[in-house]
């Protein structure tokens, strides 16, 4: 038995064709709807909705960006923590500055206090009287034109960064606690020591660092003398001329004998 189909109405699309009026085509998935920003003209029509694909919108910077931002702030953030997690830390010599006459005198004016001071591993902290050779200066006619220089240096077979300090006067001897360095003697620098030579006073003390291509000085001014802190023996004033006499030499340390051409 033969089933007759109705015959479509005029204008009705046939075979899957669209017509003017309506399209039996299987109807496509509701997309995201889109609110109207302010100014923007409203849909026509009382019932009528808009329609758009939903694809992720970035705002203006300032605003704020939703889900897609925090993450993009997380990112930063952790970034920015291993860069500082990575960052190479620099050995630092602190030098505390004690002489009795320098609120009179002010033999440490032309020193920067409080201030790191960054140098380069092959400069030679020079410190002394004549102010063309020596970066580090002491007001006082009575110390010598080069004092004393401070090198940096890491240890042989090792990974430990330290100074070792250099006597350059001729008619002063200096001392490093209780050991006496005479002229072009050197020594390394202990990681907490008083250097003296007359009424002077430093108390140097080194902050552990990674870095080999930089050290950094910082100099602090102390109002009271330093000698109590290591139960040491005050000298007497750096005379015009000549050098004080010999102390013995404690804790087993002697310095090393340089010849003048080692500068």
Known sequence: ???????????QATGGECGEKSCPL?????????????????AQGAGEARFAPATPRWDPPGCDLGPAGGVLRRIIIMSSMEEV??????????????????EEKQVFRSLKFHKRERCRVDEVAKFGRDSNVCH??????????VQFTLQFFRQLNSSELGF?????????????DNVELDYLNKIDLPWKCIIRFGDYQLLMQTQDGESVDYFEICFELSQASL?????????????????????????????????????
Not at 27 to 42: D, F, I, M, N, T
């Open 227 to 263: 000698l109590q802190e290591r139960h040491l023996p005050s000298l007497q004033p750096i005379p015009e001329c000549g050098i004080f006499p010999s102390l013995v030499y404690s804790q087993g340390v002697k310095p090393v004998e340089m010849d003048e051409n080692d500068l």
């Open 164 to 176: 070792e300090i250099k006597n350059m006067s001729k008619k002063t001897k200096l001392l490093v």
């Open 136 to 145: 580090y200066n002491l007001m006082d006619t009575r110390v010598s034109r």
């Open 26 to 42: 299987p109807a496509l998935h509701k997309q995201s709807r889109v609110h109207a920003e302010p100014g923007e003209e409203q």
């Open 85 to 102: 997690e990575t960052e190479e830390t620099v050995t630092c010599l602190h030098i505390t500055l004690y002489h009795p006459c320098q």
């Open 1 to 11: 038995m033969v089933q007759l189909l109705p015959l479509p109405h005029p204008g």
